[in-house]
């Protein structure tokens, strides 16, 4: 009791003791906007693309032109005692030189084929980067209606869970009054009680699980839900269109945006081979410079009681172009470029075994979709003749064919497959997100079908 004490305060606590708790029903696209707000590996996504949008202007910035302007300011005294030429005393003087100058510098690069490469290559990474942002979009689609589903899975099995303990409660209840009354032995009555007890610790079991969904959807949206809009008992299941799985594969592979994120990656490998191998082309750069030069002369004879000041104003222009020739440069060159090279077939070995995996996962996602339709059919029939056995179990227990045991094992059933068939019905709820989002065509559009067909319901 005590361990079910605390399951309850931990429940109390998740639905009352917390400040920012949504009291009203909430749908799925409610708590897609408020994971779309909230999610951080969603926000790391989106920083991450905006960094790279930036790489790009810093690499067309190599290109432009460079200008660069400059003052200087400086000051000398001088203090000198000598001869004349004739070998007679002169007289001493002392001299202040100050010297301001002004200069402005242009920069422009005419030929540096390293650089155009490096501004090709930043175009392609914030392509890379738009598709795999796109690509984590997707998959916040698809976390987020997993995480919703899980909450209302883990409701509907919890309330499936607490059925059938009521159910074990009566039964317990009456072959108590049968024990204590003579008509049951006490092997019935403690069968009764296990099953009993094993409900019990299923309730506190299925109660976890949906604390654990609730704070995983939490993590996503930042905040709790008091009540989700619900999927209902009325649900119509369509196996997937086109019903060929090639089709499927085939719009994979033209529209998976991890993939053609991965080829846009082998793309930029292989422009870093051309961009090493430049190493080994002249650079041509063109300059052009300006300066004004003003100096301030005044020298002082003591002894003569005389000052001298002087000005002179210098300004000029320079203009040239620069040719770099790389003759020897350690073989750091080539050693670059094959570098590059091993780097490109690195990329190439990475885009084939994503595809693979792209492609196992649509067929994963496509076979699982199939059998959780089967799943489905399948456990309704379950559930159907579970309850008729149930129903004849029972009255071959009060006929006295059967005894307790046969109870409890077709009451169980039934509830079993009542969580079976709950089962089922999320799962294909989810497998059919999974599938687009495997081949690369989930949309918004996509879970707005959902939210409306869960308010129909």
């Given amino acids: 009791m005590k361990l079910r004490n605390i399951h309850t305060l931990l429940a109390a606590t998740l639905f009352c003791g917390l400040a920012n708790v949504s009291y009203?029903?909430?749908?799925?696209?409610?708590v897609y906007q408020?994971?779309?707000?909230?999610?951080?590996?969603?926000?790391?996504?989106?920083?991450?693309?905006?960094?790279?949008?930036?790489?790009?202007?810093?690499?067309?910035?190599?290109l432009?032109?460079?200008?660069?302007?400059?003052?200087s300011r400086s000051r000398s005294d001088t203090d000198s005692e000598g001869q004349g030429l004739d070998g007679s005393p002169s007289d001493p003087f002392s001299s202040e030189v100050n010297t301001t100058t002004y200069a402005v510098q242009l920069d422009q690069v005419l030929f540096d084929w390293?650089?155009?490469?490096?501004?090709?290559?930043?175009?392609?990474?914030?392509?890379?980067?738009?598709?795999?942002?796109?690509?984590?979009?997707?998959?916040?689609?698809?976390?987020?209606?997993?995480?919703?589903f899980n909450v209302l899975s883990a409701q509907e099995t919890l309330a499936i869970t607490r059925n059938e303990k009521q159910a074990l409660q009566q039964q317990l209840d009456l072959t108590r009054e049968q024990y204590?009354?003579?008509?049951?032995?006490?092997?019935?009555?403690?069968?009764?009680q296990a099953n009993f007890d094993q409900s019990v610790a299923n309730e506190i079991s299925q109660e976890t699980n949906l604390i654990n969904a609730?704070?995983?959807?939490?993590?996503?949206?930042?905040?709790?839900?008091?009540?989700?809009?619900?999927?209902?008992?009325?649900?119509?299941?369509?196996?997937?269109?086109?019903?060929?799985?090639?089709?499927?594969?085939?719009?994979?592979?033209?529209?998976?945006?991890?993939?053609?994120?991965?080829?846009?990656?082998?793309?930029i490998a292989r422009d870093e081979i051309k961009r090493n191998r430049s190493g080994h082309?002249?650079?041509?750069?063109?300059?052009?410079?300006?300066?004004?030069?003003e100096s301030d002369t005044e020298r002082m004879f003591p002894t003569l009681g005389v000052n001298q000041n002087t000005s002179n104003l210098t300004d000029g222009y320079q203009a040239g172009v620069t040719v770099s020739i790389p003759i020897f440069s350690g073989l750091r060159t080539s050693a670059q470029t094959e570098k590059a090279k091993q780097n490109y077939l690195r990329t190439t070995h990475e885009l084939e075994q994503n595809a693979r995996q792209i492609q196992r996962s649509v067929r994963s996602a496509y076979t699982t979709l199939e059998a959780s339709i089967q799943s489905f059919n399948a456990n309704k029939r379950v559930l159907e003749s579970s309850q008729s056995s149930l129903e004849a179990t029972r009255d071959g227990y009060q006929a006295g064919t059967r005894n307790i045991i046969d109870v409890l094992q077709a009451t169980r059933s039934v509830y079993a497959a009542?969580?079976?068939?709950?089962?089922?019905?999320?799962?294909?709820?989810?497998?059919?997100?999974?599938?687009?989002?495997?081949?690369?065509?989930?949309?918004?559009?996509?879970?707005?079908?959902?939210?409306q067909w869960l308010l129909n319901n």
């Fill in 281 to 293: 082309y002249p650079n041509a750069n063109f300059r052009v410079s300006y300066s004004d030069r």
């Fill in 24 to 30: 009203a029903a909430t749908d799925l696209m409610d």
């Fill in 214 to 267: 609730q704070e995983a959807l939490r993590e996503l949206t930042g905040q709790y839900y008091s009540e989700l809009e619900d999927v209902g008992n009325s649900i119509q299941m369509t196996p997937p269109r086109p019903a060929n799985i090639d089709d499927w594969l085939r719009v994979a592979n033209e529209s998976n945006l991890g993939l053609k994120a991965q080829q846009m990656s082998v793309r």
């Fill in 418 to 451: 009542q969580r079976s068939l709950s089962r089922a019905k999320f799962d294909y709820l989810i497998n059919g997100l999974k599938l687009k989002e495997a081949v690369g065509t989930l949309t918004k559009d996509d879970i707005e079908e959902v939210n």
């Fill in 64 to 71: 432009l032109p460079q200008i660069n302007g400059s003052i």
């Fill in 114 to 148: 390293g650089q155009w490469i490096a501004l090709e290559q930043s175009e392609m990474r914030v392509r890379a980067a738009e598709l795999t942002h796109g690509a984590n979009l997707q998959s916040l689609m698809l976390r987020t209606t997993q995480a919703y």
């Fill in 34 to 62: 408020d994971a779309l707000n909230n999610d951080s590996q969603y926000k790391i996504s989106e920083a991450s693309l905006k960094a790279t949008e930036q790489d790009y202007r810093i690499s067309r910035s190599s």
């Fill in 180 to 192: 204590e009354s003579g008509l049951a032995n006490a092997t019935d009555f403690l069968n009764a």
